[in-house]
Nanobody, 126 residues
Framework: QVQLVESGGGLVQAGGSLRLSCATSGRTFSSYVMGWFRQAPGKEREFVAS????????YYRTSVKGRFTISRDNAKNTVYLQMNSLSPEDTALYYC???????????????????WGQGTQVTVSS
């Protein structure tokens, strides 16, 4: 079992930055592919970014490329999402997710992930 706890959300003006963190506990963090997803009111949960167990590979949705950066610190059992140049369209509840994998394969479907955090709210004002 893996427990995930997100933090770092908040209210920020358009153009600002936030850094989300996801602290994990349970099984070996370094054996998991980690992902960030988000869900706005009335919309489906959507993929934001994922990172391989070794941090050698990352994958982003098109709309956040060049603005968001996913990273991980396996020594601290933590994954991060640095978000820059935020816009009101980025407003959502952001979730951290984990899937056991040491193959290097990256995933973007919510159905591919086994463990989820409770989410942290990000609100971007115009």
């Amino acid at each position: 079992q893996v427990q995930l706890v997100e933090s770092g959300g908040g209210l920020v003006q358009a153009g600002g930055s936030l850094r989300l963190s996801c602290a994990t506990s349970g099984r070996t963090f370094s054996s998991y592919v980690m992902g960030w997803f988000r869900q706005a009111p009335g919309k489906e949960r959507e993929f934001v970014a994922s990172i391989s167990w070794s941090a050698g590979s990352t994958y982003y949705r098109t709309s956040v490329k060049g603005r968001f950066t996913i990273s991980r610190d396996n020594a601290k059992n933590t994954v991060y999402l640095q978000m820059n140049s935020l816009s009101p369209e980025d407003t959502a509840l952001y979730y951290c997710a984990a899937r056991y994998s040491n193959s290097g394969t990256l995933y973007s479907s919510p159905r591919s992930f086994d463990y989820w955090g409770q989410g942290t709210q990000v609100t971007v004002s115009s």
